[in-house]
């Protein structure tokens, strides 16, 4: 199967799943992102730690704003990514239909969990952005031809 749109999911769509949404984004240009959260902060803006890394890394979020995920956004893409083993059994309980097509983002490193770095410190942002980078790299390596 061909995957052309891809949706990133961590719990508030304010930390994780924006700044990976960007790399996908900046990183796999040809292919349709977007990120939802499953208890999102719904209109909420990113934390300055993660705003000032998605400026630095030119990952183009200055206008992102957290959403909840639903049945629509969940049809409407090919792929679905989560930050967490519990995200993605929630994501296939609630929505049957996206089984099969939901896999941690870490897939392809061993499938650990990438904790939520909310109200956590600047360094932990840095630190849990360092695990998202190459995670995303993997996954564009495996589903960008070239």
Known sequence: MQFQSILVICTGN???????????????????VSSAGIGAVVGGTMPDPAARIAEREGLALETHRG???DE????????????????RQWLTTRFPQSRGRVFLLS??????????????SEEFFEHIYAELEPCVADWVHRLVPG
């Open 14 to 32: 304010i930390c994780r799943s924006p700044l990976a949404e960007g790399l996908f984004r900046r990183d796999a240009p040809r292919l349709n």
């Open 67 to 69: 959403r909840q995920v």
């Open 72 to 87: 629509q956004i969940i049809r409407d893409h090919d792929l679905v990514v989560v930050m967490e083993e519990g995200q």
């Open 107 to 120: 897939h392809w490193r061993g499938g650990e969990d990438i904790a939520d770095p909310y109200q956590r």
